[in-house]
């Protein structure tokens, strides 16, 4: 078999959903290029985040080089409780999610392999991306994986997968000018189920005029995530208004009127919550709870010190209730407009 002659929906790879079972779970330190916060602050939260999720499942975080052991001495030194390791690579950012590889697993064999997305700084947000574009290459080129160089710009956070064909992402993110200029919607769909296996791909507006401000576009993550084959979980800001709720009833309305890759209707399950007293007065401030990270056994929620927060521990409790969850403060990760699931990506088994 081999990625680089021929696509991994030809050789039989796709990626599994999210709910598989994971050999590791990725993250990038945060690094001096960060543009938002208190850097010792927004380290504290990483570190909380990344030993949440190795209480579950081992955690490999990337760390500028020669930073290895200052900061495994600082904020891991407990490995063998922690079960976190680091890894030296050149960055510049750090968003696992967006910057890192989609693995793929084959049908059949079980090898593992990965995905290598364009990647531009979600569309040229910012100057500074050029070691993040080549970290997917470099992770799969470190673990010995084969590696499929998709064509597309994206972003792993503009897509979710239920592991059974089916894939979810939104127009305003694939088919923008600024990321995979004059591509049309079937061009998109054949190389995206090319490069993830998918059969179906599922298409959410997500938001095409830029209102929300949301300079990744529109990523899905922060809309909804499959919470098992059949079945997707949508968040809905009770306080919201005018554009802003349009853009919400658009999205879902997208989601109702959808069939999946076993031409199912998919189940809808609405995570209602106020975000109004969540990130107030900050501009690009991730205040999504569905953006939370599927370790082994776990589940690693955000939580930003509201009374929702315990409203949705209790709602994401019934959903998962063979899951243990864990909750982590991101109140310093938030105003870089993500979430935990935003700094993390899973590696399957």
Known sequence: MNLTTHTPAHL??????EWALHQCCWMVWPTAHVQWGNLPRLEL?????????ALFEPVIMVVEPGQANSIQRRYFQNQAAHKVSVLELPIDDSWMRDIGPSFL???TTGEIAGTDWRFNCWGGAMPKYQEDAQIANRVLAHLGMQTYHSSLVMEGGALHVDGEGTLVTTESVVLN????FGIDKTQAEIELCRATGAKKIIWLPGDPNFETGDMTDGHVDGIMCFVKPGVVMFERDISAEGTFAALENDNRRALELAKDAQGRTLEIIDLKVDHSSIGQGQELFCSSYINYYLPNGGLVMPVYGVDADFQVQEILGKVYPNRRI????INAIAPGGGGIHCITQQQPA
């Open 326 to 329: 864990e909750t982590v403060d």
């Open 12 to 17: 039989g790879f796709s990626m599994p959903a």
């Open 45 to 53: 939260a990483y570190a909380e985040v990344a030993k949440s999720i």
């Open 105 to 107: 697993k084959h049908e």
């Open 177 to 180: 000018d600024n990321r995979n």
